[in-house]
Every structure is written in C-alpha cells, then in structure tokens.
C-alpha cells in the first residue's frame, strides 16, 4: 500500500480509515471532528489519523494461557501493518480459555462471535486481524468477520512445546487423559500424578496434539483464512513471531484487494476444509464450527457429503490422538502445506486465500517436499478412509458421528446392552460404584449433553470407563451421547446424536437393559427397539425442552440450533437459512 488516504475522500486506495461508521450525533463533521479529537488525547499525528485502519483484535488474558504470547505477537502483527503503510488499532474481545469456561466454553462460542462481529462494526477499521487460538476462539472469530463482512485474516497464537515426563515426551491434552486414565485405574500414585501435571503443559500456546484448536488453525488455513504455512508454527517461536508479522502486512494488502471473507471462503473452500478436516484426523468438534461458519455465509454443510468425501480421503498425519507426534513435529515436516501437496489432486485449486493467490499457485509455489514421517504419501496412509464417519439410525434421524480414527477397531462393529445416565450428575454418582452393573461389551449412553442440555454442548461425551472395569485393564467401550468431545480424546464414542434428548429427541427414549447395534461399516447407529414401544416411551415421558428466565442462558436456549445446524443462534445465521 502506498501509504496514506486521500484526506478529503479517505478513499484514495480503497480505504475509509477512521471515517469509517462515524458515531450518530446528527452532524457527520462534528462526528469525525471529535473522534479525532479524543484519539489525538493518545498522541496520534493527522499524519498517522489519515492512513487507513487495521484493527487488531487482542484476545490476550490471565484467564487464557494458550493466548499467553499475545503481546509479542500483536507487537509483530504492528510492526507488518506499519510497514505497509497503514494504522494499527488494537482492541479487545472476550476470550475464551477452554478449562476456565463455565459450564462450558461451546455455551460462550457464539456470545464471542457476536462480540467479534459488532465490534468490527462498530469501530472504524478497513481491515481485521483476529489473534486466536485455544479451541472456541477460532471459530468465533471466522464466524464473526463472515458476518461483519469486511476484510479479515486469522491468527493464532501457536501450538505450545511439549514436555517429558520421566523421560517420555508429554503433551496435552491427549497425554492429560491417558494419565489421568492410568490413575483411575491405580496404575500410577498420588505423586506421580501431581509429577504429570507439572510436566504436560510446556509453555503458552495452545493444545500441542491434533485436538480442537490444532484443528481450527489448519482448517483455517485449509478454508484460505490463515497464510499459506501459517497454522502450524508453535508459539514461543521465531517463525510464529514473523507470521504475526506476515498477517499484519497482509491485512493492509487485503484493504487494496477489496478481499473480503464471502469471497475466500465459498463453497469450494469449505469442501477443502473437510478434505484437511479428514485428512488430519482432526477433533469432530471442526464438523459444528465450519457448519456455523459456513451457515453465516449460507452455506451448507452437508453430513452425507462429508461421509462421501470421508471414503475418499485418508489419514495422512501421524498425530496424537489418531497417530504418535505432536504439532511441532508437524511444523518441522512443512505444516498444513505438506498435507495441502499430498492432497493437491482431491482439492479445488482455483478458491481464493488471504494472500490474493489461489490455493493452486500457492501449492505450485511452495518449497519442494524434504524427507519426513509426520506426513504420509496417499499410498501410506496412517487411516485408509477419512478420520471421522457420519453414522444415521432411528436414534439419530439427523445424523451422528464417530472418529473412526481413533476408535479400536475390535468395537466399531458391535452390538450391546444399553447401560444409560439421564444426564452428567447421574454418571458422575454412579459410574464408579462397585455396585454398578456393567460390562466390558455394554453401551454406555449419556443423554442431556445436546446444545440445549447441557446447556452448550460440553465435551463429556469420552465418558470415563467404569472403574471396576478399568482395574481389570478394560480401556475402551462403545459410548454414545448427544454431546461433544475434545479433540484431544480417543475411543469408541458416538457423538453430537441429533436430534438431542433434552428437546425430546428419539436418543431421549433408550432405556437400560435396551439392545444398540453400532455398525461403522455400514454407517449405522439402531436402537433395536420397534417403533411402538418408542412412541409409548414418548408419550410417557413428555419432554419439555429447558427454558431460562432471564440473561444470556434465556438468549441461548431460545436460539440454539443444533448440532447439523453448527449448534449457531438461528437468529445470526445467514437470511436463507432463517
Ligand atoms: Fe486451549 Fe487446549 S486448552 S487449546
């Protein structure tokens, strides 16, 4: 960018810069007088007030230790729209730190994305970086630059190191659970484990396994969201800080391109998306929040389209919880552009990407392949079909899905006694009583963790193994919920079952004692129970979806969708889809 703005217009290369939504006091001139005004309170030159305007949202907080490296990276993402030429104004919004949300951070999700989007339009920027990372905040943040709809370029803080543990290399979160497994069932002591939980987290950054937020950050370079090799870098590296850099260059080229989100993430680059989604083995939670993004954009996702292209598209990286490495490994094998190669003859070359190069010229650009493990050709696959499969059946007409991936094999056709809790309280009084009457082939079956039930969808469908069962070394059996889990999890686990139980969905209806029949090869999930016996269970039971008197919980429950649907408010999704 040349640098500034014609002062009289603000419009000379295609910015508004601060005269952009100019606050209402009934006299434009008087409105951009005083906002200059108050803003030269804070020093700034006329010099500096005619350049165009890169907001910079700051999701740095105390509460929030995987956007621990924020003010460095912001600083960079400063210094690269200062090179161009352009103002950088830096602000903030809530953030969203995955174990400090209550009840959990999904329910926050869509609050962040309002968050995100009005304040893009609230305040006068040409162009927007979002600094993101932990799981939700991704997400939020591409949710709310599709809707504000101005141009918009994603950052993430990076993965964090990972550490060891008695000599063997640690990382959450997917170490966390093994762990913590291992305690329940008595293998490791008090000490031990007090010893694993200084050890797992080895810096800011965030989950340094293929788990949610490792998933959105390539997910968002795979839809052209993040620079081309810009997901993979951890976070207290040299090359994090020059892509933070990068991105604020960028966003000021962005400004010139007019490139705004509708046109980088179309359709084609949706189906991308899915394709790296698959590809990685990544967390099911990418299903619901490209659902949600792509339903700001009206776009659908389409579960059985997902499947199709499930068949076709193998594992590829060889991370934790599918494979054994971990996000830094991926990063020094090439990042999301290894992959991007690997999978050039299955994507849509053409789509448009942050930098203004197609997603083509940006393969056909990149640096040659090198030697390495993290990444397998096509012929090698770690998993020969997609990581996660949709599975349908009278307890989930609206679909329902499995990370295949990491599920063990021995299971995933298998048919057994329904063991269910009503909700989250009912597992946690009962699942650990020796008293107990469970078996190593039942179903365990959690309901009420829907959308609405919970509410927001928490991530308790890995439903522990039984302890009595654990002590006779049992380490998987097929669970199913309407819930979510984290990406970080593995195991036999049917997930996001639609409709949910909470609004009376069939899932609502199983009872103890009730026969399931899971059958991933034939991409089924069946209550077997007829018909008529599920309809009386209805009428008997007579479900009233749960209600809020006031705040933000009456908003949510009275907007959620579900889980096909992105788990988004109807009310924010695009005007096709209302
Ligand atoms: Fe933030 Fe895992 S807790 S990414």
């Known amino acids: 960018m040349s640098g500034k703005s014609d002062p009289k217009t603000g419009t000379g290369d295609g910015s508004e810069g601060l005269r952009r939504g100019l606050t209402n006091y009934g006299d434009l001139g008087f409105s951009l007088f005083l906002r200059k005004a108050f803003i030269k309170g804070a020093g700034y030159s006329d010099d500096a007030l005619e350049r165009p305007v890169v907001g910079i949202i700051n999701t740095g907080s105390a509460y929030n230790p995987c956007h621990g490296n924020a003010p460095q990276l912001i600083e960079a993402v400063r210094r690269g729209v200062m090179l161009s030429g352009a103002l950088p104004m830096e602000f903030p919004t809530i953030s969203i730190g995955e174990s400090f949300a209550n009840p959990t951070s999904m329910y926050l999700r869509n609050l962040m994305s309002m968050d995100t989007e009005e304040m893009i339009r609230a305040q006068p920027m040409d162009a927007v970086v979002m600094l993101g990372g932990c799981d939700k905040t991704v997400p939020a943040q591409l ?18 190191l990972t550490g060891a543990h008695r000599g063997e290399r640690v990382g959450a979160c997917t170490d966390c659970r093994r762990f913590w497994g291992r305690y329940r069932a008595e293998e490791i002591d008090e000490q031990e484990i007090s010893e694993v939980n200084n050890s797992l987290v080895a ?83 990418g299903i619901i929040h490209l659902t949600a993004i792509a339903g700001r954009l009206g776009l659908r996702i389409d579960l059985d389209r997902l499947d199709a292209i499930g068949r076709e598209t193998p594992v590829l990286i060889d991370l934790k919880p599918s494979g054994q490495y971990y996000m830094e490994d991926f990063h020094r094998a090439g990042g999301v552009p290894t992959l991007l190669r690997e999978l050039r003859p299955l994507l849509n070359l053409d789509v448009m990407t942050v930098t203004g190069r197609t997603l083509g010229e940006e393969i056909d650009g990149s640096a040659a392949p090198f030697p390495q493990d993290v990444v397998r050709p096509m012929a090698k696959p770690i998993y020969p079909q997609g990581g996660i499969a949709v599975l349908r059946g009278n307890m989930a007409p609206r679909g329902a899905i499995i990370k295949q991936s990491a599920a063990s094999p021995t299971l995933m056709e298998h048919e057994g006694r329904a063991l ?107 209550l077997l129970v007829s018909e008529a016996v599920l309809a009386r269970r209805a009428t008997e039971k007579r479900i009233a979806p749960p209600t809020a008197e006031r705040g933000y919980r009456k908003l949510f429950l009275e907007s959620i969708t579900q889980a096909d649907e992105g788990v988004d408010f109807d009310f924010l999704r695009a005007a096709n889809f209302r």
Request: charged share 20%; with cysteine; glycine share 12%.
């Open 143 to 160: 949710m709310g630059a599709a809707s504000a709809g101005i141009p918009a370029i994603q950052l993430v803080s990076g993965a964090m």
């Open 203 to 285: 810096s800011v950054g965030f989950c340094s396994v293929m788990g949610t937020a490792s998933t959105m950050a390539c997910l968002a370079e795979g839809l052209g969201m993040i620079p081309f090799g810009g997901a993979t870098a951890p976070a207290v590296t040299a090359d994090r800080i020059r892509i933070a850099e990068r991105t604020g260059v960028l966003a000021v080229e962005l400004i010139t391109r007019k490139l705004t989100p509708d046109r980088i993430m179309t359709a084609g680059a949706f189906e991308n998306a899915l394709r790296v989604l698959l590809a990685i083995g990544g967390s099911t939670n």
């Open 420 to 526: 269910v809790f009503e909700n989250v309280e009912d597992m946690a009084r009962r699942i650990d009583d020796d008293a107990l009457d469970v078996s190593a082939g039942d179903i365990l079956v959690l309901k009420n963790i829907g959308p609405a039930g919970a509410p927001g969808m928490p991530e308790a469908g890995y439903l522990p193994i039984p302890k009595k069962l654990a002590r006779r070394g049992v380490t998987d059996m097929v669970r199913i919920s309407d819930g979510r889990m984290s990406g970080t999890a593995a195991g036999t686990i049917v997930l996001h079952v639609t409709p949910e139980a909470a609004i009376g969905g069939p899932f609502a209806f199983v009872e103890t004692g009730d026969r399931i029949r899971l059958s991933v090869r034939e991409r089924s999930i069946s």
